[in-house]
C-alpha cells in the first residue's frame, strides 16, 4: 500500500498558475505510475492526467492538453501537476492516485486502475 498526501491547492485568479504536489511513501516510488484525478461536487471523478514509472510517458485529458504539465521526481517520491492558464471550470478538489501494477506503458486514465488514493486538495479558480 502507498500514503499519498497531496499539497499546493488554493484560490487563484483565472488565467494563473498552481503548482499541486503529490508526496509518497510506502512503495519504492519508480514502481509505479501516478495519475491526478479531479471532482466536482455532485459529478464523477475524472481524470486529468498521468504519468509512468519512470516519468517519460505522460497523458492528458484533452480540457488540460497544453495548459497542464505531470511530472515527478523519483528522487523526492513526489510527483507534481503544474497548473497554467486556469479557468473558473478547473475548480475542483483534485486528487493524486497510484497505480501499482500499471498494464501499459502508457498511464491509464481509467480510475478503477489506481489502487491508492491521497485525501485531495482544493483548487478554485476566481473569474
Known amino acids: 500500500q502507498v500514503q499519498l498526501v497531496e499539497s499546493g491547492g488554493g484560490l487563484v485568479q483565472a488565467g494563473g498558475s498552481l503548482r499541486l504536489s503529490c508526496a509518497a511513501s510506502g512503495r519504492t516510488f519508480d514502481n509505479y505510475a501516478m495519475g491526478w484525478f479531479r471532482q466536482v461536487p455532485g459529478k464523477e471523478r475524472e481524470f486529468v492526467a498521468g504519468i509512468s514509472r519512470g516519468g517519460a510517458r505522460t497523458y492528458y485529458a484533452d480540457s488540460v492538453k497544453g495548459r497542464f504539465t505531470i511530472s515527478r521526481d523519483n528522487g523526492k517520491n513526489t510527483a507534481y501537476l503544474q497548473m497554467n492558464s486556469l479557468k473558473p471550470e478547473d475548480t475542483a478538489v483534485y486528487y493524486c492516485?497510484?497505480?501499482?501494477?500499471?498494464?501499459?506503458?502508457?498511464?491509464?486514465?481509467?480510475?478503477?486502475?489506481?489502487?491508492?488514493w491521497g485525501q485531495g486538495t482544493q483548487v478554485t479558480v476566481s473569474s
Open positions: 492516485a497510484a497505480d501499482l501494477f500499471p498494464a501499459r506503458v502508457v498511464p491509464s486514465p481509467a480510475e478503477s486502475e489506481y489502487d491508492d
